[in-house]
């Protein structure tokens, strides 16, 4: 009897043990878990328009009076100065108007003297009675009116002159002179509609970009309180999908809303050393708003929604385990989350892994950032 109890107790004994060896062998490993460590970096706040270039300074040449063209005196597509001859018209009537104004002039005034002196010796002559008041009012009548004459042919000649001058047709502004759209021998007139050639200042280059005025109502709420570094760098993407290798800056924007669109004009100036932009091309300007200092980015794909919409993600603790955190993201930033609320510098974000774990568990983590640098060298 006492040895069936004592292979009775060896049997439960070796039972429990097997158990035991069972229970360990099946024990599930720790689920591998990828993650990055989050730091604080600066990030700036960028608005992405489309817009096309337009020249800063554009000059329609156009005759002031009417010829014949003589002369054309550029080359199209050449570059010119401000005051360069651009064009000759024939002066010959215009010269003559202006000797005829001159001669007038002079006449005018060879005619002063006289009235002068006959003016002053009846005035002399009234005191003794030895000339009516008649007489008096009419020399002193004659005197001012050849003095009258004689402004109206100095206007004249200012006229004529301005008129012959006129006759040489001078770049207004500086910058690459277009194609002519006129040729010697052409008439011209003082009302033409259409202009002779265009000016246009290639040195540095206007952007006109438009935004939602909703989109710059939030951008200046947003702005507020912030320090506003480096506000209004611009950067451009060229027609081709090249950067453009200088650096522009928002310059001013228009003061009303365009009713049509409900959008506002804004207006960048880039340099144009090597005349690459051309006036009309489309581009794409990258406007930078602000910078913001020790701002938190979190990979999209650590960051999750639950069914209200609240953005949460998983971060492990110094104990390796898991844990389901809330945040408030505010804005997509390439592939990543602004974040304000929720992650902290030094914080573990799993971004890899997540649909095999739950809250609270222990999991065995991999550094990605280590992985991704072992890769690149």
């Given at each position: 009897?006492?040895?069936?109890?004592?292979?009775?107790?060896?049997?439960?004994?070796?039972?429990?043990?097997?158990?035991?060896?069972?229970?360990?062998?099946?024990?599930?490993?720790?689920?591998?878990?990828?993650?990055?460590?989050?730091?604080?970096t600066s990030v700036p706040l960028t608005s992405e328009l489309t817009g096309r270039t337009v020249a800063k300074?554009?000059?329609?040449?156009?005759?002031?009076?009417?010829?014949?063209?003589?002369?054309?005196?550029?080359?199209?597509?050449?570059?010119?100065?401000?005051?360069?001859?651009?064009?000759?018209?024939?002066?010959?009537?215009?010269?003559?108007?202006?000797?005829?104004?001159?001669?007038?002039?002079?006449?005018?005034?060879?005619?002063?003297?006289?009235?002068?002196?006959?003016?002053?010796?009846?005035?002399?002559?009234?005191?003794?009675?030895?000339?009516?008041k008649e007489d008096v009012d009419n020399a002193n009548s004659s005197y001012k009116q050849i003095l009258a004459?004689?402004?109206?042919?100095?206007?004249?000649?200012?006229?004529?002159?301005?008129?012959?001058?006129?006759?040489?047709?001078?770049?207004?502004?500086?910058?690459?002179?277009?194609?002519?759209?006129?040729?010697?021998?052409?008439?011209?007139?003082?009302?033409?509609?259409?202009?002779?050639?265009?000016?246009?200042?290639?040195?540095?280059?206007?952007?006109?970009?438009?935004?939602?005025?909703?989109?710059?109502?939030?951008?200046?709420?947003?702005?507020?309180?912030?320090?506003?570094?480096?506000?209004?760098?611009?950067?451009?993407?060229?027609?081709?999908?090249?950067?453009?290798?200088?650096?522009?800056?928002?310059?001013?924007?228009?003061?009303?809303?365009?009713?049509?669109?409900?959008?506002?004009?804004?207006?960048?100036?880039?340099?144009?050393?090597?005349?690459?932009?051309?006036?009309?091309?489309?581009?794409?300007?990258?406007?930078?708003?602000?910078?913001?200092?020790?701002?938190?980015?979190?990979?999209?794909?650590?960051?999750?929604?639950?069914?209200?919409?609240?953005?949460?993600?998983?971060?492990?603790?110094?104990?390796?385990?898991?844990?389901?955190?809330?945040?408030?993201?505010?804005?997509?930033?390439?592939?990543?989350?602004?974040?304000?609320?929720?992650?902290?510098?030094?914080?573990?974000?799993?971004?890899?892994?997540?649909?095999?774990?739950?809250?609270?568990?222990?999991?065995?983590?991999?550094?990605?950032?280590?992985?991704?640098?072992?890769?690149?060298?």
């Amino acid at each position: 009897m006492i040895y069936k109890k004592i292979a009775l107790l060896i049997g439960l004994s070796l039972l429990t043990a097997c158990k035991e060896d069972n229970k360990n062998t099946m024990e599930m490993p720790k689920p591998e878990v990828g993650v990055i460590t989050i730091k604080e970096t600066s990030v700036p706040l960028t608005s992405e328009l489309t817009g096309r270039t337009v020249a800063k300074d554009v000059a329609e040449i156009r005759p002031q009076i009417t010829g014949i063209i003589k002369e054309r005196l550029f080359k199209e597509g050449q570059i010119v100065k401000s005051g360069d001859i651009l064009y000759k018209i024939d002066d010959s009537t215009y010269k003559a108007a202006y000797d005829q104004a001159v001669a007038a002039l002079k006449s005018s005034q060879a005619q002063v003297s006289a009235a002068q002196s006959k003016a002053w010796r009846y005035n002399t002559l009234i005191k003794n009675n030895s000339v009516s008041k008649e007489d008096v009012d009419n020399a002193n009548s004659s005197y001012k009116q050849i003095l009258a004459n004689i402004e109206e042919a100095k206007a004249n000649v200012e006229t004529a002159k301005i008129n012959l001058e006129r006759t040489s047709i001078k770049a207004p502004i500086s910058g690459k002179i277009g194609i002519s759209q006129v040729t010697p021998g052409s008439l011209v007139t003082a009302n033409k509609e259409s202009a002779l050639a265009v000016i246009r200042n290639l040195d540095e280059m206007y952007v006109d970009v438009t935004q939602s005025s909703v989109k710059q109502l939030e951008l200046k709420k947003n702005l507020k309180n912030k320090s506003n570094k480096n506000n209004n760098i611009v950067s451009l993407k060229l027609e081709d999908g090249s950067i453009y290798d200088q650096k522009g800056h928002l310059e001013t924007s228009e003061v009303a809303v365009d009713p049509s669109t409900g959008s506002v004009l804004l207006r960048a100036i880039f340099p144009n050393p090597d005349y690459l932009l051309l006036p009309g091309m489309f581009v794409r300007a990258t406007i930078t708003n602000d910078i913001i200092d020790n701002a938190i980015l979190a990979p999209q794909q650590g960051i999750t929604r639950d069914m209200t919409g609240q953005a949460t993600a998983f971060i492990v603790d110094k104990d390796n385990k898991v844990k389901q955190i809330k945040l408030i993201t505010e804005k997509a930033i390439g592939n990543n989350w602004l974040v304000s609320s929720g992650l902290k510098s030094g914080d573990k974000l799993v971004i890899e892994g997540t649909n095999k774990i739950r809250n609270d568990q222990e999991v065995k983590i991999i550094d990605i950032e280590t992985i991704n640098k072992k890769e690149n060298n």
